[in-house]
């Protein structure tokens, strides 16, 4: 039968180590004294090597020693060893009076300091005992670390696993739907290409401009079927292939565009947006209409001032961002540092 089902804790095994402690007193002393004697004696000689180990570990070592009073914790120390060895000497003095029945006399100080010596090899051990505590408390912590670490492996595998499955589904339902619905499984295909986009490229320090470029594109698809009228978009790009940028850099302006610059009603929105490469920096720019400037709407929003942060923790004040909300327009401006 395990008395713990798992390791035990730093706690449990002090608690291990006092009773071999105690059993180890109990068995050299049994026979030569009886059972209820060689039980008080053990208690008292382990309760008094606790009170100096933990004692020194607990409170004189920390209080003192590691605060770099190294004068006052050797005064400390030497007291306290005088306190406790004395006061082991008179309860051993006391029981031997008791169980031999002698008549109670008095101790003298030498009688009582000669148990001091014994306090101290108490005092050295507890210094192994210190190290020995720290070493397993370690132990713990390391290895609950590598069980977190392990837990993390695996809860990414299953991340990736999970929608590795839907683009697989997503696939194989584009291959359905092309038969009956061209367009409709173009769509499809456009989902699941921004699905892959948060999953695999999202999470990386940069991107090839391209890649942005496609996502940006394909939100744009999609976001023209609620549009009951379509809108037109005019995308400008000039840019070198092999420009790499952060991720998700872009989307917050062009998301702004069909959130707040969008007019159902209207049989035709007018959208322009612009990403050129010129002179060692990169210039990305939104236009729209307002659907309602008379509103108070705020087309920026908490969108665009975690833009701004992100913006100075990449570029610190390299960067230009424009925001221009005046009239009936929107326009968006942003300049960046390529190098």
Excluded: C
């Excluded at 394909?218 to 009228?229: F, G, P, Q, V």
């Excluded at 007019?263 to 236009?287: C, G, M």
């Excluded at 390299?318 to 326009?331: H, M, V």
């Amino acid at each position: 039968m395990k008395i713990w089902r798992q390791a035990p804790n730093i706690v449990q095994l002090q608690l291990l180590i006092w009773t071999a402690v105690l059993l180890l007193m109990f068995f050299s002393q049994l026979p030569m004294n009886g059972l209820l004697k060689t039980v008080i004696y053990a208690v008292v000689n382990a309760t008094s090597d606790a009170i100096i180990i933990y004692g020194n570990i607990l409170f004189l070592y920390p209080v003192f020693y590691q605060k770099r009073r190294f004068v006052w914790y050797g005064i400390s120390v030497a007291l306290f060893l005088i306190l406790t060895g004395m006061l082991r000497g008179y309860t051993n003095i006391f029981l031997y009076q008791y169980f031999r029945f002698i008549k109670a006399a008095p101790v003298d100080l030498l009688t009582l300091l000669a148990y001091v010596p014994e306090g101290i090899l108490t005092y050295v051990l507890s210094f192994v005992f210190r190290i020995a505590i720290a070493y397993f408390t370690l132990k713990r912590q390391t290895e609950e670390i590598l069980l977190q670490k392990s837990q993390a492996e695996l809860n990414l595998l299953k991340s990736q696993v999970q929608p590795h499955f839907l683009f697989n589904a997503l696939n194989s339902i584009y291959y359905r739907v092309y038969k009956v619905d061209p367009p409709a499984a173009g769509l499809i295909e456009r989902l699941a290409d921004i699905m892959r986009y948060f999953v695999d490229e999202s999470p990386k320090d940069v991107v090839p401009v391209s890649t942005e470029v496609a996502f940006i594109e394909n939100y744009i698809a999609l976001e023209r079927i609620r549009i009951r009228h379509g809108a037109a978009v005019k995308f400008e790009k000039a840019y070198n292939p092999d420009l790499r940028i952060p991720p998700m850099l872009l989307m917050t302006f062009v998301e702004n565009v069909f959130k707040h610059g969008i007019d159902k009603s209207l049989k035709q929105n007018q959208v322009a947006i612009s990403l050129v490469q010129q002179n060692e920096h990169l210039f990305f720019s939104t236009r729209n209409r307002k659907v309602d400037p008379q509103a108070g709407d705020e087309p920026g929003g908490f969108g665009i001032i975690n833009l701004t942060k992100r913006l100075r923790m990449l570029y610190g004040d390299k960067f230009e961002l424009i925001i221009d909300d005046k009239g009936e327009l929107f326009t968006a401006f942003l300049k960046i540092p390529l190098s």
